[in-house]
């Protein structure tokens, strides 16, 4: 573990070799594969498999992400001894979208993503060759993930959820964004319309981003979407928004349902969610005994949104806690587990 950590903390002075490199050449052995969701659309995904790994991790990304901006997430992990599994939700990334601008952040019904999510977990997480089943969720991933979670507790031995969409910051009081999404939801023109202040997609430059402190990462990111239109997903529609705060209240009324071991990682200078809403869930699951880690969510300090594309020093500690909080929960059979070996970055 120490190994990697060390790496962790000192990737962005080389970044450019690094993803040249050892990412590029990990990311040629992935796997695409897909599935016909609701709606008979079809919902994307990746994985990266080892014949010698008895552990897995379902990553579910947040609004308007795909699993091409995941590989450097996804090769930690693997090299810390996890099949890695990323979906692209319904709307965005390679997976189809439901209106005819592509550019519009929509879903019909936020229970579509939840339904997805549980799809892929048959697909992939119901063998019997996992004997520890994780999963990492960030943003808008990580309210899929927690709904799913109050519907089946027990589908995962452990989960992190990484800055929780259970809540969004919006421009006015929530009572008057409610009055306003409920008049629009019956104007199909403005229902399936950006919500206001929103359009489509643009690379806003690196010192207006409200997202990371990386150059680096928030660059690279930038170009996937750049260098590939069809990636590319602009604001939400109204009814993403009236579905999205919906979702959270649920979340938030629920609490106590979603009896999973749970950690919480919160963003100290987050912008795009609510982290009052990430406490109160928190404080919920503590009252009903079921208690997230550490009974409060973990504030990575200094860190933006996307703390898992933050610069070293905060990315490698939110990896850290990720990583032995997952080792906290031992496998059946252990002595296959401590004796996986882990790839060296020359042979990944």
């Not at 119901?126 to 999963?135: E, G, H, P, S, V």
């Not at 409920?182 to 997202?211: K, V």
């Amino acid at each position: 573990m120490k190994q990697h950590t060390q790496r962790w903390l000192h990737r962005e002075k080389e970044f450019s070799a690094f993803v040249n490199g050892p990412l590029l050449h990990f990311w040629q052995r992935r796997q695409e594969k897909q599935f016909m969701g609701k709606d008979s659309l079809t919902i994307r995904y990746v994985s990266f498999t080892s014949p010698r790994h008895r552990r897995a991790v379902l990553i579910s990304p947040g609004r308007i992400e795909s699993y091409v901006k995941y590989p450097e997430v996804a090769y930690d992990l693997f090299q810390c001894g996890y099949d890695v599994f990323i979906i692209d939700h319904r709307g965005q990334g390679r997976s189809d979208r439901m209106l005819e601008d592509s550019h519009l952040g929509h879903v019909e019904h936020f229970s579509d993503y939840v339904d997805d999510l549980y799809t892929l977990y048959q697909r992939e997480f119901t063998t019997t060759r996992y004997q520890q089943k994780f999963a990492v969720a960030h943003s808008m991933g990580g309210a899929i993930l927690t709904l799913l979670l109050q519907r089946q507790p027990d589908l995962f031995d452990a989960v992190t959820l990484v800055a929780p969409m259970f809540g969004i910051v919006l421009p006015m009081p929530e009572w008057m964004a409610e009055k306003i999404l409920n008049w629009t939801e019956t104007r199909s023109g403005l229902r399936e319309g950006f919500a206001l202040g929103t359009g489509r997609w643009h690379a806003p430059p690196f010192a207006m981003n409200t997202l990371t402190h990386s150059r680096v990462r928030y660059q690279r990111n930038l170009r996937f979407y750049a260098d590939d239109p069809a990636l590319q997903v602009g604001g939400p529609t109204a009814h993403w928004v009236r579905e999205s705060m919906a979702a959270g209240h649920q979340i938030l009324n629920d609490a106590v349902s979603a009896t999973t071991p749970m950690m919480i990682l919160q963003a100290e200078e987050d912008q795009v969610v609510d982290n009052q809403a990430q406490n109160a869930f928190c404080e919920a699951r503590k009252r009903a005994g079921t208690p997230c880690d550490g009974a409060a969510p973990d504030v990575i300090l200094g860190a933006r949104h996307e703390i898992l594309f933050e610069k070293d020093d905060m990315r490698a500690r939110a990896l850290n806690v990720i990583v032995r909080y997952f080792e906290g929960f031992k496998a059946p059979t252990l002595a296959i587990t401590t004796t996986t070996p882990i790839l060296p970055d020359s042979l990944v």
